[in-house]
Protein backbone atom coordinates (compact mmCIF):
# COMPACT_ATOMS: atom_id res chain seq x y z
CA UNK A 1 0.00 0.00 0.00
CA UNK A 2 1.02 3.16 -0.53
CA UNK A 3 0.10 6.58 1.15
CA UNK A 4 -0.10 9.85 -0.25
CA UNK A 5 -0.67 13.00 2.61
CA UNK A 6 -1.69 16.29 1.43
CA UNK A 7 -3.15 19.22 3.02
CA UNK A 8 -0.65 20.80 5.13
CA UNK A 9 0.52 24.50 4.78
CA UNK A 10 0.07 27.43 6.32
CA UNK A 11 -2.76 28.67 8.51
CA UNK A 12 -3.54 31.27 11.24
CA UNK A 13 -3.84 30.54 15.12
CA UNK A 14 -7.58 29.78 15.45
CA UNK A 15 -7.83 28.62 11.62
CA UNK A 16 -8.45 25.46 9.98
CA UNK A 17 -6.89 22.80 7.69
CA UNK A 18 -8.60 19.47 6.64
CA UNK A 19 -5.65 17.09 5.70
CA UNK A 20 -6.19 13.89 3.62
CA UNK A 21 -4.35 10.78 3.05
CA UNK A 22 -4.85 8.91 0.17
CA UNK A 23 -3.84 5.12 -0.72
CA UNK A 24 -2.90 3.11 -3.63
CA UNK A 25 -2.61 -0.58 -4.15
CA UNK A 26 -4.73 -1.15 -1.48
CA UNK A 27 -7.92 -0.06 0.37
CA UNK A 28 -8.00 1.55 3.86
CA UNK A 29 -11.31 -0.91 4.97
CA UNK A 30 -8.67 -3.46 5.50
CA UNK A 31 -6.52 -1.52 7.35
CA UNK A 32 -6.34 1.26 10.46
CA UNK A 33 -5.34 4.51 9.47
CA UNK A 34 -3.48 6.55 12.24
CA UNK A 35 -2.07 10.37 11.49
CA UNK A 36 1.24 11.62 13.48
CA UNK A 37 3.13 14.35 13.88
CA UNK A 38 6.86 15.21 14.42
CA UNK A 39 7.74 18.86 15.09
CA UNK A 40 11.40 19.86 14.70
CA UNK A 41 13.64 18.32 17.85
CA UNK A 42 10.92 16.42 18.89
CA UNK A 43 9.64 12.55 18.68
CA UNK A 44 6.48 11.52 16.45
CA UNK A 45 3.65 11.43 18.25
CA UNK A 46 0.28 10.47 17.86
CA UNK A 47 -2.70 12.38 16.74
CA UNK A 48 -5.63 10.61 15.75
CA UNK A 49 -6.74 6.86 14.28
CA UNK A 50 -9.36 5.21 13.15
CA UNK A 51 -9.48 1.54 13.60
CA UNK A 52 -10.26 -1.39 11.44
CA UNK A 53 -12.27 -3.33 13.90
CA UNK A 54 -14.21 -1.31 15.18
CA UNK A 55 -14.05 1.91 12.86
CA UNK A 56 -14.40 4.02 16.01
CA UNK A 57 -11.94 7.22 16.12
CA UNK A 58 -9.16 7.88 18.67
CA UNK A 59 -7.69 10.99 19.79
CA UNK A 60 -4.48 12.13 21.83
CA UNK A 61 -5.62 14.57 24.12
CA UNK A 62 -4.26 17.51 23.18
CA UNK A 63 -6.34 17.16 20.21
CA UNK A 64 -9.47 15.94 21.43
CA UNK A 65 -12.21 18.27 20.06
CA UNK A 66 -10.32 20.39 17.82
CA UNK A 67 -9.55 17.48 15.18
CA UNK A 68 -11.66 14.70 13.64
CA UNK A 69 -10.58 11.88 11.11
CA UNK A 70 -12.86 10.18 8.64
CA UNK A 71 -12.80 7.80 6.42
CA UNK A 72 -14.71 8.53 2.89
CA UNK A 73 -14.75 4.85 1.39
CA UNK A 74 -15.72 6.31 -2.59
CA UNK A 75 -12.58 8.29 -2.62
CA UNK A 76 -10.75 5.78 -0.66
CA UNK A 77 -9.02 8.23 1.88
CA UNK A 78 -8.63 9.17 5.57
CA UNK A 79 -9.52 13.10 5.99
CA UNK A 80 -7.59 14.99 9.59
CA UNK A 81 -10.40 17.83 10.14
CA UNK A 82 -8.19 20.85 12.29
CA UNK A 83 -10.30 22.83 13.45
CA UNK A 84 -9.21 25.92 16.06
CA UNK A 85 -5.28 25.20 15.75
CA UNK A 86 -2.55 26.22 17.59
CA UNK A 87 1.10 27.32 17.01
CA UNK A 88 1.81 24.39 19.11
CA UNK A 89 0.07 21.89 16.01
CA UNK A 90 2.72 22.97 14.01
CA UNK A 91 4.51 19.79 13.03
CA UNK A 92 4.66 17.82 9.80
CA UNK A 93 1.50 15.30 9.61
CA UNK A 94 2.49 11.61 8.45
CA UNK A 95 -0.83 8.92 7.45
CA UNK A 96 -0.10 5.47 8.36
CA UNK A 97 -2.21 2.24 7.65
CA UNK A 98 -1.38 -0.88 9.67
CA UNK A 99 -3.19 -3.52 11.21
CA UNK A 100 -2.19 -2.70 14.99
CA UNK A 101 -4.47 -4.31 18.13
CA UNK A 102 -6.88 -1.92 19.30
CA UNK A 103 -4.84 -1.16 22.21
CA UNK A 104 -1.94 -0.20 20.20
CA UNK A 105 -3.34 2.19 17.56
CA UNK A 106 -1.59 5.24 18.96
CA UNK A 107 1.98 3.60 18.80
CA UNK A 108 3.74 4.08 15.56
CA UNK A 109 4.91 0.55 15.16
CA UNK A 110 1.70 -0.65 14.93
CA UNK A 111 1.84 0.45 11.59
CA UNK A 112 3.66 -0.75 8.11
CA UNK A 113 2.76 1.68 5.65
CA UNK A 114 3.63 5.58 6.04
CA UNK A 115 2.90 8.20 3.57
CA UNK A 116 5.43 11.39 2.72
CA UNK A 117 4.56 13.88 5.35
CA UNK A 118 2.72 17.14 4.87
CA UNK A 119 3.52 20.23 6.61
CA UNK A 120 1.72 22.33 9.10
CA UNK A 121 2.68 25.61 9.82
CA UNK A 122 0.15 27.43 12.32
CA UNK A 123 1.47 31.21 13.19
CA UNK A 124 0.57 33.24 16.25
Known amino acids: VQLQASGGGLVQAGGSLRLSCAASGGTFSSYSVGWFRQAPGKEREFVAA????????YYDDSVKGRFTISRDKAKNTVNLQMNSLKPDDTAVYYCAAGRPIISSVSRPSGYGYWGQGTLVTVSS
Open 50 to 57: TAMQNMRA
